[in-house]
């Protein structure tokens, strides 16, 4: 077993403190990666306060994480000590279902693995994340990281930048496409930076008119504050796409409105209560609402070699890991841009 460093919750109120714990020695087709970033998503959020109704404590979150390979099993081929590597939302999955083979692992009939707050496949271990100095990951769930960018903006494209890009691309997002970003947050900002790579119009939704500089620095065309009403009159039935990152409890059917005649308003933001749908809103332009989880290994791949052609990272703030109870304080606040990033070498 390896002795591993890492920071915990151990209920759904106080601060993570200092956790220690033993990660598995790495079987034949497992890596061992020294983490040297990992981001702050609103998900482990969430988890931590078990806003969720499923966490099991102590919880040690993170699922955004960029290292470097330091030992590999002898059955390993695709990576060697010393290469970079990444590590996203989940680390296996039953690897025989239709959605499996299909590169959609995030979608295993038989529920996917987390990379934290899990049981593992043998039921008996439950997983702990990237905010910890190391993990052992099977091969086939660890991604190749490129060289040319800069890895502290790399460690959210692992849940932040694949969330947003994978919706985008399932809708075929590019040139002539009216795509709108609900919520300028770690997944919105990616959300952006995407959709105008991609080649697309892109609006900003926002529930804080402060945003509106960085909207347009990152690349939105237009940029919208939510509670002006005669703004979002003059878009009314105007979007194709909307990609609604809204992490709270929200109305719905405000953004609904703004579709165009078949348009889709894919969610990837979680807030934890139900929320009503009008369904005239849908009916009506023949509206659809979908949701969206990540995205599969094949795919997250993909993004991470489109963000080097395009060199295209994640707007990050580095903390050390002692700050990580301000980091959430603020996150719950709004108060990111756009994303926290724990540098892992504070971790002592
Ligand atoms: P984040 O950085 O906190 O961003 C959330 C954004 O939502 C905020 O920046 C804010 O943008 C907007 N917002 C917050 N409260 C609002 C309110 N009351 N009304 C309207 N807008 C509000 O969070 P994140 O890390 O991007 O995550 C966003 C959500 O996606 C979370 O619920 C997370 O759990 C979920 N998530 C889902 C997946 C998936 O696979 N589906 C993956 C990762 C995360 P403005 O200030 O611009 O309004
Ligand atoms: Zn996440
Ligand atoms: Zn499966």
Not at 153 to 171: E, F, H, K, M, N
Not at 241 to 268: F, K
Not at 279 to 285: A, D, E, P, R, S
Request: charged share 20%; aromatic share 8%; proline share 5%.
């Amino acid at each position: 077993m390896l002795p591993t460093k890492g920071y915990a919750a151990h209920n759904d109120h106080d601060p993570l403190v200092p956790f220690n714990f033993s990660r598995r020695d790495p079987g034949p087709h497992d890596v061992l990666i020294e983490i040297l970033y990992c981001g702050v998503c609103h998900s482990d959020l969430h988890q931590v306060r078990n806003e969720w109704h499923e966490t099991i404590y102590p919880i040690v979150p993170g699922h955004e994480i960029v290292g470097r390979v330091v030992r590999t099993g002898n059955a390993v081929t695709r990576f060697k000590p010393g290469d970079l590597a990444g590590v996203g939302v989940f680390i296996d999955s039953c690897r025989t279902c239709d959605n499996c083979k299909n590169g959609l692992e995030q979608y295993c009939e038989q529920g996917m693995i987390a990379t934290y707050n899990s049981w593992e496949k043998d039921g008996k271990h439950y997983t702990y994340g990237g905010y910890s100095n190391q993990i052992v990951v099977d091969e086939h769930y660890t991604l190749h990281v490129p060289a040319s960018l800069d890895l502290r903006g790399v460690a959210p494209l692992l849940c932040a930048g694949i969330t947003t890009y994978s919706p985008l691309r399932y809708l075929e997002v590019g040139k002539g496409t009216r795509v709108a970003i609900a919520g300028l947050g770690g997944l919105g900002h990616m959300g952006v930076k995407w959709a105008a790579a991609m080649g697309a119009e892109v609006t900003l939704l926002s529930s804080s008119p402060s945003k509106k500089a960085d909207a347009h620095r990152l690349g939105a065309h237009e940029f919208i504050w939510v509670n002006d009403e005669e703004a979002l009159k003059k878009r009314k039935a105007y979007f194709d796409v909307i990609l609604n990152t809204i992490s709270a409890p929200h109305d719905y059917n405000r953004y609904l409105q703004l579709l165009r005649l078949n348009g889709t308003m894919a969610v990837v933001g979680l807030p934890p209560a139900p929320q009503q749908i009008q369904v005239f809103h849908l009916t009506n332009f023949r509206r659809s609402i979908m949701g969206s989880m990540i995205g599969g290994i094949r795919e997250t791949q993909e993004m991470l070699d489109f963000a080097a052609q395009h060199q295209i990272t994640s707007d990050v703030e580095v903390i050390a890991m002692q700050d990580i109870n301000t980091a959430f304080d603020r996150l719950a606040k709004n108060d990111v841009k756009y994303r926290f990033v724990i540098d892992m070498s504070t971790l002592q």
